[in-house]
């Protein structure tokens, strides 16, 4: 048994107590937009890898509440080029994506962002339910010696463990472990609930929250508390297991490219990245704005590890007893913080319309009191064509702001499509329509017909161009930023361009742990699409099997 020797936590204890720290912005872009300075800096709470360490790079509150000030009443988005982590933090703030909460390193997601995490469980429960998969629920608090049956698993998490030793006001006799995942009390009940072949497979779902005690965090991508489903299933055989895993990855990669429209890579995790206490790893891997890699979600073929640590067995046809073969897979809210870094631009987001939780917004226009009851019925009218036509649709009727200004917030907010209707348009008939992916006098089309049918038409087809368009340029970005090398050096000078490399590799794990410490890249995957022909090790010059892809990462 691994006996290690962890920081206790008590609930009690988790409080905020750290002061905030931001780091200077010497360029803004200023929009007409409301403030949002709660999280206009998201530092100390949600420091990112990238900035976090040195004290020079850090600043006090006091200069957070100047910066403030000197921005005056208007919002700003930093632009992307040149800060990209302020510029990701603006834009959760001025979209009311997401504020942090009292304990460092938490976020409290806002409606707008919880809507996008919604509409990836829609898809996802769908496709679970069809896969034969149940949702269910195990608890949160998890006995800590679940945690030390499975050795390799308790090494790989114990620095993230958050433990409560107190409840009800005495030390408790055994300490508790806030879920990091849910693989040990997942096997203890299925110790408890599968005794034969019949049982087999037996497959489950859970929406919840998971708690792991980050250093270095940032919102949406990684923090200290962070919603997400995990899968776990059992079979009678490896090859059920196998098939399983492959199955989830499969899922996941389709929701990536058909939802989020974003173009993962997927593959096999090395020997050093794969899951703790799992026999093998499969990977969807994400290229962000900044080319920085983002595992977007990952199904694990536990194979026997956890059913032999916790005794979990059947009884066969032969009425012979095996432990069984399992399986975890997960996709979490660090996909919204995924889209964001994706598709985002200095404008602010850009949504994909099949996630997106508005897909269409209407801004009503007039001068005069009496353009107002005319355009407001038109609206009104549209509204519940686009409705009935299973659109998601705002109608922004609010008169405390400009048609500019709300032009310009809805942008930002990352609407696909935004409908403006005048005087004019109500007497012609037509509307208005911009697409948010295509800035400016290119993205708008005057002249709409309001007739029903032409109008659901034109907005679906629309929609769907913003769909496809999105993908296709976010796997152009990708692809132009991926590099075939062949040598070390090639590597080396492909990470410190910030791009991803790919080359062959059959090196130990000792040696990808040195182009770890010399680059800083690990090795993303070996994607399942393979180059044919003849391979050498770009680092041993030996034969290789596989090429892996290498990157920087989140």
Avoid at 130 to 159: C, D, L, R, W
Wanted: aromatic letters at 10%; a neutral charge.
């Amino acid at each position: 048994m691994l006996a290690l020797k962890l920081p206790s936590l008590t609930l009690s204890s988790l409080r905020y107590s750290s002061p905030l720290f931001i780091r200077h912005r010497h360029y803004q872009k200023f929009l007409r937009l409301p403030c949002k300075p709660s999280l206009a800096s998201i530092s100390s709470d949600f420091s990112t890898q990238s900035t976090a360490g040195t004290e020079q790079e850090q600043q006090p509150l006091k200069n957070e509440e100047k910066l403030q000030t000197k921005s005056g009443q208007e919002g700003f988005i930093t632009p992307r080029s040149q800060d990209f982590n302020a510029w990701y933090l603006d834009v959760i703030a001025n979209a009311e994506l997401a504020d942090y909460g009292p304990v460092r390193g938490t976020m409290v997601i806002r409606p707008y962002g919880y809507a996008i995490w919604e509409a990836i469980q829609d898809y996802l429960n769908v496709k679970f339910k069809e896969t034969g998969h149940s949702n269910m629920y195990f608890p949160q608090f998890i006995p800590y010696s679940f945690i030390e049956k499975e050795a390799s698993h308790v090494e790989g998490f114990s620095p993230e463990l958050a433990l409560v030793t107190i409840g009800g006001g005495k030390e408790l006799e055994e300490k508790l472990v806030v879920r990091p995942t849910s693989e040990t009390i997942v096997n203890h009940m299925f110790t408890q609930w599968i005794h034969s072949y019949r049982d087999l497979p037996l497959m489950v779902n859970q929406w919840v929250n998971v708690t792991r005690w980050e250093m270095r965090t940032k919102p949406f991508v990684r923090t200290l508390e962070f919603l997400w489903q995990e899968g776990h299933t059992a079979h009678a055989n490896a090859e059920e297991a196998e098939k399983e895993a492959l199955q989830m990855i499969d899922v996941y990669t389709k929701f990536a490219y058909q939802q989020a429209a974003i173009p993962v890579v997927t593959g096999r995790k090395s020997k050093v990245e794969t899951f703790a206490g799992a026999s093998r790893t499969y990977t969807i891997e994400a290229m962000m704005g900044d080319r920085k890699a983002l595992q977007a979600g990952t199904s694990h073929n536990l194979g026997q590890n956890f059913s032999r640590a916790f005794g979990t067995q059947f009884t066969d046809e032969n009425e012979q007893r095996h432990h069984v073969w399992q399986t975890s897979w997960a996709i979490s809210t660090r996909f919204v913080g995924g889209i964001i870094m994706t598709h985002g631009d200095d404008a602010g987001l850009m949504l994909p319309p099949r996630i997106a939780p508005i897909q269409v917004v209407i801004v009503p226009i007039w001068k005069k009191a009496e353009e107002k009851t005319g355009v407001l019925n038109t609206a009104s009218t549209i509204e519940k064509v686009l409705i009935t036509a299973g659109i998601r649709i705002k109608v922004d009727v609010s008169e405390q702001r400009t048609p500019g200004w709300k032009f310009n917030f809805w942008e930002m907010k990352g609407v696909p499509l935004r409908i403006e209707i005048g005087p004019r348009d109500v007497s012609s008939g037509t509307l208005v329509i911009s697409r948010r992916d295509i800035p400016g006098k290119q993205g708008k089309v005057f002249g709409v017909s309001m007739e029903p049918s032409i109008l659901e038409a034109y907005v679906k087809d629309k929609l769907d161009e913003i769909q496809s368009s999105l993908l296709e340029r976010a796997t152009s970005f990708r692809d132009s930023n991926i590099i075939d090398v062949s040598s070390y050096d090639e590597l080396k000078e492909a990470v410190s361009q910030g791009k991803w490399a790919r080359g062959p590799w059959s090196a130990s794990d000792e040696e990808e742990l040195r182009v770890k410490k010399e680059t800083g890249a690990t090795i993303r995957c070996f994607p399942f699409d393979q180059p044919q022909g003849v391979k050498t090790c770009l680092m041993t010059g030996n034969p290789a099997e596989e090429v892996a892809i290498f990157a920087k990462s989140y």
